[in-house]
């Protein structure tokens, strides 16, 4: 039982962290809450660290409690900024993953693409023809027991960065597990993302 509460604990810990202090990732939220509650080895590993979709739930809560009616308001500004963002990158058959696409925005949220492309220079060259400033950076991911480098593209919009990861133009048909539920990720395309605004406020779009 009591390490039930424990996880608990950790779980809500991680998601403040991610809500007060912008820590991006589930994991670095999940280790850092641990540390918070002792340094013993079994507060860091194994059956006391929640899930990352029991922290997400915690997410969630939090911002249902805090956010109000600003929560909408950002998610929908958001949404629109992607859609904006995939429609300038169309040529790269832009998906929106992540947080903007599942709801789970907070005032430190970016935007999430995933972009198809024979190499990351040809969207670099897109942009540069275009006069659109970037950054980019290399990426290294540990998926079993290799390392794989993926290109990420850096924009940004109304203050707002967009994290642009471009995949081979084959592994669009290759749906990368999501972190929060183990399952397929959920992507939206263009059109889908239109639906969803459309939906969600039609005035607006």
Known sequence: MRGDRIRQLIAQEAARL???????????????AARRFGLEKSLSLGSHLPSNAEIHRELQRLIAIHEGKAHPERLH??????????????????YLVGSVLTGAVTAA???D????????????EYLRSRNIPYESDVVTIRQG???IEYSHIYLEEDEVIIECTVYAPDDIYRVPKSSITGKPMERASITK????IAEADPANV
């Open 18 to 32: 991610m809500y007060v202090e912008g820590v991006s990732e589930y994991r670095d939220a999940k280790r850092k």
């Open 77 to 94: 500004k958001m949404r629109c900024a992607a859609l904006r963002c995939m429609e300038m990158l169309a040529p790269f058959r832009p």
């Open 109 to 111: 949220s970016d935007i």
């Open 113 to 124: 693409l995933h972009l198809f492309a024979g190499s990351s220079e040809e969207v670099e």
């Open 145 to 147: 027991g290799e390392f």
């Open 193 to 196: 993302l239109r639906k969803l």
